[in-house]
């Protein structure tokens, strides 16, 4: 069986990389990243879904963007 020491261990280089991924996904590819956002929040924010995973779903959510006729779309202006 494996140590408690050893375990912990593994689970903190897990949530390092996690982050580490989620940071480059941010940084690299904000596009690929909302779209996977409004993907993942999408189903938890149907009718019906209990109160928890809605709150989850809002907060995945990316933000709406506001443009107009002017607007590309590239999300620069944040």
């Given amino acids: 069986?494996?140590?408690?020491?050893?375990?912990?261990?593994?689970?903190?280089?897990?949530?390092?990389?996690?982050?580490?991924?989620v940071v480059v996904m941010r940084k690299q590819f904000p596009g690929a990243t909302r779209r996977l956002r409004i993907a993942l929040a999408l189903p938890m924010l149907r009718d019906g879904a209990p109160a928890g995973l809605k709150r989850i779903g809002?907060?995945?959510?990316?933000?709406?963007?506001a443009g107009g006729k002017a607007c590309g779309g590239c999300n620069s202006c944040d």
């Avoid at 375990?7 to 991924?21: D, E, G, K, R, T």
């Avoid at 809002?58 to 963007?65: F, G, K, L, T, Y």
């Fill in 1 to 21: 069986m494996m140590a408690t020491g050893l375990f912990v261990q593994y689970l903190l280089i897990a949530a390092a990389v996690c982050v580490s991924l």
């Fill in 58 to 65: 809002r907060w995945i959510a990316p933000q709406p963007v």
